[in-house]
């Protein structure tokens, strides 16, 4: 059972940066490729960030140049840092793991509890 633990959330203002936290606590860390997640209000979730346990890594088009996912295999550990923050990213971020899809990509196991980041002009 692999429990996802995020941190990291905050208010900021726009232009602002900030770095997420997700400690996997579970077993096989090293072969999950691993995900962020936002999901603003009133909508759906959506995958801003991947990488894979290889460390490629891939961004959604509002995230790309602006976010950095890694990620520590020893701490067992996802990071997305975020800067020049904007009113749209704003949202409950979550980390998964994540497995590859005809389309794209898919969440594999269950949600945390998510972290707030709100920005504000």
């Known amino acids: 059972q692999v429990q996802l633990v995020e941190s990291g959330g905050g208010s900021v203002q726009v232009g602002g940066s900030l770095r997420l936290s997700c400690e996997y606590r579970?077993?096989?860390?090293?072969?999950?490729?691993m995900g962020w997640y936002r999901q603003p209000p009133g909508k759906q979730r959506e995958l801003v960030a991947s990488i894979t346990y290889g460390g490629t890594t891939d961004y959604a088009d509002s995230a790309n140049g602006r976010f950095t996912i890694s990620r520590d295999g020893a701490k067992k550990l996802v990071f997305l840092e975020m800067n020049n923050l904007r009113p749209d990213d704003a949202g409950v971020y979550y980390c998964n793991s994540i497995r590859r899809t005809i389309t794209g990509w898919a969440p594999e196991g269950s949600w945390g509890q998510g972290t707030q980041l709100t920005v504000s002009s």
């Open positions: 579970g077993r096989d860390f090293s072969i999950r490729h």
